[in-house]
């Protein structure tokens, strides 16, 4: 746990991009610390994860398919602090690549998913996006309202009113969820 909260706290810090060899020896690493019993070892991959990808460029980017369904997984996490940084670090991949490309990849598991959390948060998580990137991104609208609309049906009542509050939230110009 503390070499996680350390290496965290070195991406923070710093201001020097890195390579695709340090990309690639991070997300590897990382990727096995998702699977870890500790949340708080999870959450800590999650927000180095999250940090080293403003810190990489396009290096990251190649990892996407490996990288986006393990965090779609974590947000089925049983612990709301793991949920939220995947949360988090979803919206971090969708500003340094593309809104759409995200939601589509992480969509693709998470859209029909069969834990009901993880369809919930994604959910939420697409919420967030439409809040920051719908002005800039119109693809993402087209992209997520089939599957959110698809989620008005769903048997659990969280995951309607995550639906509900995606679809109607940006309609109101309110503060989307975080």
Known sequence: M???DRLHQVLEASRKSLSSTEVTSLVDCCLDLLKDSSFRVTQGALQALASASVLSGDHFKLHFNALVPAVVDRLGDA??????????LLLTLMEVSSPTIIVERAGSFAWTCKNWRVREEFA???TSAI???SSTELPLQR???PPTLQL???PNPAVKEAAISCIE???KGL???Q
């Open 2 to 4: 503390a070499g996680v």
């Open 131 to 133: 809040g920051l990137f």
């Open 143 to 145: 992209a997520i309202l």
């Open 169 to 171: 939230l940006p309609q």
């Open 79 to 88: 612990k709301q602090p793991v949920r939220d940084a995947a949360r988090r």
């Open 152 to 154: 008005l049906s769903d």
């Open 124 to 126: 939420r998580t697409v």
């Open 175 to 177: 503060m989307p969820c």
